[in-house]
């Protein structure tokens, strides 16, 4: 089955760090483009970030771009999102989800992992 | 950047009704459309994408249509385990957008 399992989710305060992991399994990783996305309680969703199957072509959002990283490592199977200077406004329950067009860049995500909560205060 | 609007908001249903849901795009994104379903505590799953191509595995009362900046899901006969949170989401151009959700819950 393919699978996404986040981690590193927790309680940091406002400017402070942390890095989250996305562990995959199931599928090539090395072969499919990945995103952040996350939603703030009670409210939407928020696209954050994608990396391509190399890490050389990024994409980040306004509200983040300049405090987080995105960064894969295809021989750990793994996607990060390193998160400096968070804001109260960055609590979120965080996804990770890949592009389904293996090979390619379709833009949606499928699947998408359980999430992990992070909590700015 | 692009801005994707839902409607409704909300919808009050009963089991076997038809409830159609609206995305507008502000500008457009061809067929770079998809739909996704979100129960509580969960993550969203993908059920349409290309506006309109249905997901392996979802069931075939769930429809899409539209192009260009003007979209629509369609549940023909609402289940018990279809009320949830619906987002649409445009994948035209980064930044990637969604809709603000509409929520299906029971009349």
């Known amino acids: 089955d393919v699978q996404l399992v986040e981690s590193g989710g927790g309680l940091v305060q406002p400017g402070g760090s942390l890095r989250l992991s996305c562990a995959a399994s199931?599928?090539?990783?090395?072969?499919?483009?990945m995103n952040w996305v996350r939603q703030a309680p009670g409210k939407g969703l928020e696209w954050l970030s994608y990396i391509a199957i190399t890490g050389t072509t990024i994409f980040y959002t306004d509200s983040v771009k300049g405090r987080f990283t995105i960064s894969r490592d295809n021989a750990k199977n793994s996607l990060y999102l390193q998160m400096n200077n968070l804001r109260d406004e960055d609590t979120a329950v965080y996804y990770c989800?890949?592009?389904?067009?293996?090979?390619?860049?379709?833009?949606?995500?499928?699947?998408w992992g359980q999430g992990t909560l992070v909590t700015v205060s | 950047d692009i801005q994707m609007t839902q409607s409704p908001s909300s919808v009050s249903a009963s089991v076997g009704d038809r409830v159609t849901i609206t995305c507008r795009a502000s500008q457009g994104i061809d067929n770079y459309l998809a739909w996704y379903q979100q129960k509580p505590g969960k993550a969203p799953k993908l059920l349409i994408y290309?506006?309109?191509s249905l997901q392996s595995g979802v069931p075939s009362r769930f429809s899409g249509r539209g192009s260009g900046t003007n979209f629509t899901l369609t549940i023909s006969s609402l289940q018990p385990e279809d009320f949830a949170t619906y987002f649409c989401q445009q994948a035209n151009s980064f930044p990637l957008t969604f809709g603000g959700g509409t929520k299906v819950d029971i009349k």
């Open positions: 199931g599928f090539t990783f090395s072969d499919c483009g």
């Open positions: 989800a890949r592009d389904p067009d293996c090979g390619g860049n379709s833009g949606w995500f499928d699947p």
């Open positions: 290309g506006a309109s």
